[in-house]
């Protein structure tokens, strides 16, 4: 499997308020984007997968959304997270 209990617990560590607090907005938004780069690189090998594309785009819905309510709630901590994990937007 592409991600397992161990890579979790060091991208809420990384990103999060630390490994046991997986409902933080930086946590989950750090995660939402390894899944997204995970299956953007499969979605390049294997352009015909429809639901993968599909589940993509929820992802990338998701992660828009925290980061429209991080933006609402605390513009440092948006900035923060953006830079970090080198977000366009």
């Known amino acids: 499997m592409y991600l397992d ?19 933080s907005a ?8 390894y899944r997204i780069n995970h299956l ?3 979605l390049k ?3 015909k997968d429809f ?3 599909r589940s993509l ?3 990338v819905g998701k992660r828009r959304a925290l980061l429209d309510y991080l933006t609402k709630k605390d513009v ?5 997270i953006v830079k970090e994990l080198g977000l366009r937007k």
């Open 5 to 23: 209990q161990k890579e979790k617990e060091a991208i809420f560590t990384k990103h999060g308020k630390g490994a046991k607090d997986t409902g």
């Open 26 to 33: 930086e946590g989950q938004i750090a995660l939402f984007t």
């Open 40 to 42: 953007t690189g499969h």
């Open 45 to 47: 090998q294997n352009r």
């Open 51 to 53: 639901n993968t594309e």
């Open 57 to 59: 785009v929820k992802l």
């Open 76 to 80: 440092l901590r948006y900035r923060a």
